[in-house]
């Protein structure tokens, strides 16, 4: 049985899926109910000066009857009292030891900080989550994404975090910056023993047509809110992939974005996540979903010979590279299984409107399946990826008798390109 | 455990409905709403977590999807084919309130499940043993079930079964367009990795071991005995060839070939789910006119519509409000039933005495009751001829427990299932607190 432990930063916890600093994670009794349900790790609602909130808070994209592919909030931080999120957070520490509990924080001065931290650390709990990645409402304060989107004021402030605490702290980045890997070098130099990402993106989720306000509605008016969910997975894996990659970062992540199930999880962890946060598949299904994401885990751990998690961080970093070190003369064509293929002519309509008009009717009109003119085929895998029958379109690679060249080589004058496809 | 033979009437059967492939699976769990407290959930009588197991579909993790199924009955697999979902599971799927087909249940789990045994996954270990032993009397779903789980529980287990298969109705009675004979034993198989489990085939209780012997070299009995044969039509010319019980036939087709080459015409007297089956096997094995005959009007059968509705797409044939009152011979060979017709009382209605022609007569009026067979017994309660059983499966008799439909007087395989799950937990209580001590 593989080892589900995740260790990120010194934070210990049974397997590597937390609930994120979010609604999942705002009371003692959900938290608890989270851990009985499986989740190894939550970092509690981010705790600050208590807020209150709007109605409605929350928005969500609708795709093809699916509500929630993606999601937004306006949503601020805790709106309960600090004393009794303590007092919760105690007793959570106190019947769960061997789960993870992350205190999250937003505060603006430097007291402030001090007397939070300490009141956290009395708390038992595991390590800090500082958040400097909300972009609304706190963010008009001076917190939050004001925070994350400055290399500096970020650095200073996980300085001050790091005076004061005992236990491990991670620094909660905003998405909202062009390049994320100077704010997570800044977080590391501030003494960050690692970083979360992602916190929700700057977002108008949809408008209300008939009464021409954005949603959602506050009576007649509306905000940018944060936008999260499955939608938002490749955005925080690239974050992810940008940190993991540069020599210079050395701390652990943890992965939040988008995460649904075991598969994505995966995605994270391979991309250099420690451990993975969940909060918009949680708000939507419950926390019941964790079964399936350990289930998943493990067998897909065990179908890859990985004893421990540890063993899987980072497995793919290495092969994300820039576009100009990618061998140029790789060279596939799309091939159609005859046999598989149910005559939709999805792919030929792509190939011809989206891509490079080399899938074609057969000669014998009668004939559904479609025809792959080979010498005109790019390789994008437009094709494969609209075709619905799994494993009906494969792109087959072809012996072009060029060896490999990148761009790179190609610029430097060390490598030979096959010539170009497609383009007349 | 002997296997099934290779020469069987059955296997000219095709599945009603055909296995999903693993596109077609994907798309109907995409679909699913994963509702909370999901109604299909609470329709199974074993409360699998249905959308749970849908959702692992959908998520490619099927190992898991087929344990969730078998965590609630270890049947699962059987189940998926032969229970009807219709009224079950995808009759309580929350899309048949918005008029949009349900989800395919049966089909998903039955997807699951044929993954988890073409793959040999197995799940389960038995228990650290407790130094107790139960017996179970029949080998049929409801004592397969509670074997399962007792073996998890660490007791040992014996099966006494009359028969020379396990498996029960599973093995001998299931219509084979829904599961043959070879697929219930491979599932038996699968079930008895776990270990622990002996099986005796061969053994009548009480004829062969009787009670008193049972409890010596036990501490506790399970009695799934099921139904006994069918019950025949007490007139004369019952004892002629080409007079025979419906479940007795249905036997017959899927353990052996049978010789049919002779038979033109079929009634199948009754209007429950076996007549149904046996009018749809019969016309499954070629028999050119295969006729019901009920006594009540076609609206009131016992059998499931959804059911009826596809033997009579197959070109069944009925005779409603029509009662057997006597079989037509000639020269010792059976031609017919003499019948006469009913009226909405029930009432025989005199001057319409006419003769359906046939060559073979299937009753399937009834199965007998086997609870005689425990009569002796002191503390155990029958009535109607079932073992009567409290909400824990427990007999009156301590140590007794008892489920299926020798409890039920004859549901479905999932509900033997659900009894022996519920039986052996009861019975680990008792084994472990209460009594069970070798006195
Ligand atoms: C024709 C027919 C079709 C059916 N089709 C379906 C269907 O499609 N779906 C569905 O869910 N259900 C169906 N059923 C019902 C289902 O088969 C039963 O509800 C289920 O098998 C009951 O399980 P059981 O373990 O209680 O009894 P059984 O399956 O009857 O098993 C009892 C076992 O005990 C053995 N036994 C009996 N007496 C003794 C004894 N004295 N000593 C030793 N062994 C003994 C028997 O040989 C038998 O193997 C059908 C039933 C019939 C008759
Ligand atoms: C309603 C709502 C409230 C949130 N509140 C907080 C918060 O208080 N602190 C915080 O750090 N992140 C907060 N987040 C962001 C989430 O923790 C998480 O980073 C983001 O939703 C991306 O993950 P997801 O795609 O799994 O939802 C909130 C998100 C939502 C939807
Ligand atoms: S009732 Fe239907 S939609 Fe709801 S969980 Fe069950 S199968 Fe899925």
Known sequence: MPDLTSNTAGIVSPNPFWLASAPPANSGGQVMRAFDAGWGGAVWKTLGQPIQNVSSRFGAVRWKGNNGVGFNNIELITDRPLETNFREITEVKKKYPKHAVIVSLMVETKEEWKDIIKRSIDTGADGLELNFGCPHGMCERGMGSAVGQEPKVNQEITSWAKEYSSIPVLVKLTPNVGDIVPHGLAAQAGGADGVSLINTIKSIIGVDIDNFVPEPRVDGKSTNGGYCGAAVRPIALHMCAALARDPRFTVPISGIGGVTNWRDAVEFILLGSSSVQVCTEVMLRGYRIVEDMIEGLESYMREHSFEKLDDMVGKAVPAYSEWGNLDMNYETVAKIDADKCIGCQLCLVACHDGAHQCIHQADDAKVRVPVVDESECVGCNLCQIVCPVPDCISMVEVDNGYSPATWNEHVAGTGKLRPKKGAH | ?439
Request: proline letters at 4%.
């Open chain 2, 1 to 439: 455990m002997s296997n099934v033979s290779e020469e069987r009437s059955e296997t000219v059967f095709d599945d009603f409905k055909p296995a999903y492939t693993e596109a077609q699976a994907k798309v109907e769990a995409n679909r699913c709403l994963y509702c909370h407290d999901a109604p299909c959930v609470q329709a199974c009588p074993t409360s699998i977590n249905i959308p749970e197991f849908i959702r692992k579909i959908a998520t490619d993790n099927v190992r898991g999807s087929a344990k969730t199924i078998f965590d609630q009955n270890i049947l699962g697999m059987s189940c998926a084919r032969v229970c009807p979902v219709e009224v079950l599971c995808v009759g309580d799927c929350v899309f048949n309130e918005m008029g949009v087909p349900p989800i395919q249940i049966g089909k998903l789990q039955r997807f699951s499940t044929d993954r988890a045994f073409d793959e040999s996954w197995t799940y389960y270990e038995a228990g650290p043993d407790t130094g107790k032993s139960v017996a179970l009397v029949g080998g049929g779903p409801a004592s397969l079930a509670a074997a399962h789980e007792l073996r998890r529980l660490g007791h040992a287990c014996t099966v006494y079964e009359k028969r020379p298969v396990l498996g029960g109705l599973n093995t001998t009675g299931v219509a084979p367009y829904k599961m043959k004979a070879d697929r219930s034993v491979e599932e038996v198989q699968w079930l008895l990795s776990i270990g622990g489990i002996e099986v005796k085939t061969g053994v009548n209780i009480p004829d062969d071991v009787d009670f008193a012997a049972l409890e010596k070299q036990h501490d506790a009995v399970f009695l799934g005995l099921g139904l006994g044969p069918d019950t025949i039509l007490d007139l004369a010319g019952k004892e002629l060839p080409g007079v025979q019980g419906a479940v007795e036939f249905i036997e017959g087709m899927k353990l052996e070939q049978l010789d049919l080459k002779d038979v033109k015409r079929v009634l199948v007297i009754g209007g429950g789910n076996t007549a149904i089956d046996a009018v749809r096997e019969a016309i499954g094995l070629g028999l050119p006119e295969v006729t019901m005959v009920y006594r009540g009007r076609e609206e009131k059968m016992s059998g499931y519509h959804h059911e009826w509705d596809a033997a009579k797409q197959e070109g069944a044939l009925a005779a409603w409000q029509t009662q057997p009152v006597g079989f037509a011979q000639e020269g010792g060979r059976i031609t017919g039933v003499k019948c006469q017709k009913m009226d909405d009382d029930k009432k025989l209605i005199d001057g319409t005495e006419h003769v359906l022609a046939a060559d073979l007569i299937l009753l399937a009026i009834g199965q007998s009751k086997l609870a005689h067979l425990v009569d002796g017994l002191d503390g155990i309660e029958t009535k109607w001829g079932r073992v009567v059983v409290d909400e824990h499966g427990a007999t009156g008799r301590p140590g007794y427990y008892a489920g299926g439909d020798c409890i039920n007087g004859g549901k479905e395989v999932v509900n033997a299932a659900a009894d022996g799950k519920r039986a052996a937990l009861a019975m680990h209580d008792y084994l472990m607190n209460k009594g069970g001590s070798d006195a």
